[in-house]
């Protein structure tokens, strides 16, 4: 992966106000200035926790902190290539519905998720397979259903399969997704527009969901999440 300044910013090595740091612990970086990097995290104050691969610095740290909306990630996490393929649907009886955290009353599979919305917990959940675990994870599914109907208004009201939304641990690492993702969280949809191409779809949204999340492509889907922080990347498949 590579991280690009996309304007003028300051990296610093604590999370801290730039006036309660010393010289030594902040270093400006120039626009279009790009790194790669190792790995990458959120941190407080709208900031992002990234480990480059080189040093930078007079201190020649490798660990900095930069402001989310200076920076955008380009490019794939090594090995991260899901495909649903490898994580088949199985039957799930949830006749009588289910709870999620932090929600007293039943929810149903053929149930929106939004009322008057277009996906449902089903898809969601992959048919019951993967339900969220915790109540953040099912407000950031909220956020996306939301996000996902802005997506279908943009491409005219196409239809809109959904491959992929919110998976736990082990089906994430079943079909090969980066032990990082925002699928974890509820916070990531894999999807594709009926009579559109993959790329054309990441292309096309990518100027309305701008510095929101990340933006990808595959050979047969599109790729959304609400990470907070520019990113985009194609998958090999």
């Known amino acids: 992966m590579k991280l690009t300044a996309i304007s003028d ?3 610093k090595l604590r999370v801290k106000p730039l006036r309660e740091l010393s010289a030594s612990e902040k270093i400006l970086i120039p626009k279009g200035s790009e790194f790669e990097v190792v790995s990458t995290e959120s941190a407080p104050a709208n900031c ?3 480990r480059l691969d080189l040093p930078i610095g007079p201190q020649t740290e490798k660990v900095w902190y930069a402001f989310k909306e200076h920076v955008a990630l380009l490019g794939n996490e090594l090995n991260n290539n899901p495909s649903e393929e490898d994580d088949p649907q199985l039957p799930q ?3 009588d519905g289910f709870i999620l955290p932090g929600y007293p009353y039943r929810f149903y599979l053929p149930d929106p998720v939004l009322k008057g919305g277009t996906f449902t917990w089903a898809e969601v959940t992959k048919n019951g397979q993967r339900l969220p675990t915790s109540k953040a994870v099912v ?5 996306m259903a939301d996000t996902m109907q802005n997506v279908r208004e943009l491409f005219g009201d196409r239809p809109i399969k959904i491959m992929s939304w919110y998976r736990d641990p082990i089906s994430n690492k079943r079909v090969g997704g980066s032990p990082r ?3 974890l ?3 990531a949809v894999d999807f ?3 009579g559109v191409a993959p790329a054309e779809v990441q292309q096309r949204l990518g100027p309305w969901w701008g510095g929101q999340g990340g933006l990808a492509s595959g050979s047969s889907f599109t790729h959304i999440d609400n990470r907070g922080y520019r990113a985009r ?3 090999s498949r």
Not at 139 to 143: A, K, P, R, S, T
Request: charged share 10%; hydrophobic share 40%.
């Open 185 to 187: 969280i509820g916070g």
């Open 233 to 235: 990347w194609r998958y």
């Open 9 to 11: 910013t300051i990296f």
């Open 93 to 95: 009886d949830y006749a």
């Open 192 to 194: 594709c527009v009926s």
């Open 48 to 50: 992002l926790k990234v």
């Open 139 to 143: 407000g950031n599914v909220l956020q």
């Open 181 to 183: 993702s925002v699928h």
